[in-house]
Structure formats: structure tokens, C-alpha cells
């Protein structure tokens, strides 16, 4: 009996491993080139910010404005072919003119053009339709994250054209 139970089990085992499915899985990498990552719609996270308002025509030297604006407004679209591009960020940036009283700076970018990857991929050309180029300067090209770094020529009012250096932090929201 002990025979027959032990070749009964090792029928049983050999059945149950020749019947048995094997599963494969094929992991699929995230492409690495910019040119395939960029195409999509992206959502600002994080813009870090710095600018120099000059007051020497007022007699005061000039005020350094920076600072960091968490979750922005605004979205940023690519399309692979033709591959225009749809920028827009607003946020308010603060600049105390000594009198200990923050004054808020409305800046609001929106441009709308066709864009240029470098070879190296280290630069993202924006051209609008009047000829005006935007340069960004891609410090970090992941998957679902973009980190661009760029100086808007903004115009402020009372204060004139502020050339605004921004690290904008982007996510891929589809």
C-alpha cells in the first residue's frame, strides 16, 4: 500500500507540474528621449523664482525678489506632431520695497508656439508666431517630471520688463 500511495503522489506531482501555466511578464521601459516623453498635457508643481527691481531712478538701491510658489496655476500641452507647444503659469511673486510690506506681483505667462528640442536634449526652444523665442534649459527628464529652467523677460506694471530666472517643476498629468 505504502508502494502504491508514493507512486500515486508522484503521478499526482508530475501531473500537477506538466499542467501547470507559466506566466510571463514583459516589462515595458518608459522611453528615455525627451521627443517621446514630452508629447502630453503637464501641470506646474513648484516655481522657484528671482528678479532684481531697479530703484535707482527713485534713489534706492535695487530690491532682490525670489521665493518659491507651491502648486501654480497653469498647464503646459505638447503635441508630437506638429509639435506645438501651449505654456501657460500664473502666480504672484512678493517684493518688499523696505516698507515691511510685501507688495504682490501679479505674473501671469502665456505663450503659445512650436518648440525645438536640442540634440543633446538639454534645451526646449519655444517659438511664437511673432518670431519671439523662449529658451528652457531641462535640468531633469524623467518620465512623469520635468525640471526647466528659463528667464521670462516679464513686464510688470509700474516697475517695467523684470527678466524673471524660474526653475519650474512639471508633472505629467496624462
Not at 121 to 148: A, D, H, Y
Not at 155 to 174: C, F, W, Y
Request: proline share 8%; with cysteine; aromatic share 10%.
Amino acid at each position: 500500500m505504502k508502494k502504491f500511495s508514493s507512486f500515486l503522489f508522484i503521478v499526482f506531482l508530475a501531473l500537477s507540474t506538466a499542467c501547470r501555466k507559466r506566466v510571463e511578464y514583459v516589462y515595458l521601459e518608459p522611453p528615455k528621449a525627451l521627443s517621446e516623453r514630452l508629447p502630453g498635457d503637464w501641470k506646474p508643481s513648484f516655481v522657484t523664482y528671482s528678479t532684481q527691481v531697479d530703484l535707482s531712478s527713485q534713489g534706492l538701491p535695487p530690491v532682490t525678489v525670489s521665493g518659491i510658489t507651491e502648486n501654480p496655476n497653469g498647464n503646459m500641452r505638447a503635441e508630437r506632431e506638429p509639435k506645438n507647444m501651449n505654456f501657460q503659469l500664473q502666480f504672484s511673486a512678493s517684493v518688499d520695497l523696505g516698507f515691511g510690506l510685501p507688495i504682490p506681483i501679479p505674473v501671469n505667462i502665456n505663450i503659445t508656439g512650436t518648440y525645438l528640442i536640442s540634440n543633446d536634449e538639454k534645451t526646449v526652444t519655444l517659438t511664437q508666431s511673432n518670431g519671439s523665442t523662449l529658451n528652457f534649459r531641462v535640468l531633469t527628464n524623467e518620465f512623469n517630471v520635468q525640471v526647466w529652467r528659463t528667464t521670462y523677460p516679464f513686464q510688470a506694471p509700474l516697475l517695467g520688463s523684470l527678466p524673471i530666472d524660474m526653475i519650474i517643476t512639471l508633472v505629467k498629468t496624462n
